[in-house]
């Protein structure tokens, strides 16, 4: 089983999905992951989620499938039983941890202040989702914490575009980027799977430390 760090330094951006099940859930995995993105996370918001995390990991090929929007400690042995490869949470309690380390599952807990991201350092945790990312401070907040807490990794999600995800790339304390604009609602209504994969392409080409933000 990998670490979370090893999943989070894989990728410059993880796709955040809110999918109705696994029809749709395929051939937006095989866009995201053609146009160069095979870390993706799908937000346990739709009855057929987990369905969608079943299918995805079992039938396409090169992709990282994990699972989002946890909030119950039940949910960790659902997503590991669907075949997800990680969790994340947009926040963390200390249930949610021992859930976490029951499934042995890679896992990506959120803060949104620093006393919670000390907390979490206590328990071990060195990479973090800062969420709602540009809702609690965006970049500066981050860009503040690099001194104080050099051995902290986040991933920012929230609120987060192509140009925006450019310039957190650009912080050393920032792993990868989290965001939803990568699969726009509208072209999963469409199956515009092409449109899919060139967002996914755009944000595939961030890499790190980029200078200034790309065209959109
Ligand atoms: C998440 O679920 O992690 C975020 O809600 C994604 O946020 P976004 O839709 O603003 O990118």
New binding site residues.
């Given amino acids: 089983m990998p670490r979370i760090g090893d999943i989070v330094g894989r990728t410059p951006v993880i796709p ?1 999905l809110t999918l109705a099940g696994a029809p749709d859930g395929i051939p937006v995995a095989r866009a995201l992951v053609t146009g160069g993105l095979s870390v993706i996370e799908v ?1 346990l918001r739709t009855a057929g989620a987990l369905e969608a995390v079943k299918a995805i990991a079992a039938e396409v090929k090169g992709v990282t499938v994990g699972v ?2 946890v909030l119950e400690p039940a949910q960790f042995e659902k997503a590991k039983k669907a075949g997800a490869g990680f969790v994340v949470s ?1 926040g963390f309690t200390p249930t949610l941890g021992a859930a976490a380390a029951d499934a042995g599952l890679p896992y990506l807990p959120g803060v949104s202040t620093v006393s919670e991201a000390l907390a979490l350092r206590e328990r071990g945790f060195r990479h973090l989702k800062f ?1 709602p990312a540009e809702q609690c401070g965006g970049q500066d907040f981050l860009r503040a914490l690099a001194a104080p807490l050099p051995d902290l990794l986040f991933c920012p ?4 575009d192509l140009a925006k995800a450019a310039g957190y790339l650009t912080l050393s304390n920032v792993s990868c980027v ?4 990568v699969v726009p609602p509208d072209a999963i209504a469409a199956n515009d799977w092409a449109r899919i994969e060139a967002l996914a392409s755009k944000a595939a080409g961030l890499g790190r430390g980029v200078a200034s933000p790309p065209q959109a």
């Fill in positions: 955040v937000t989002g929007t947009p969420f999600t929230g609120g987060v989290g965001g939803s604009w």
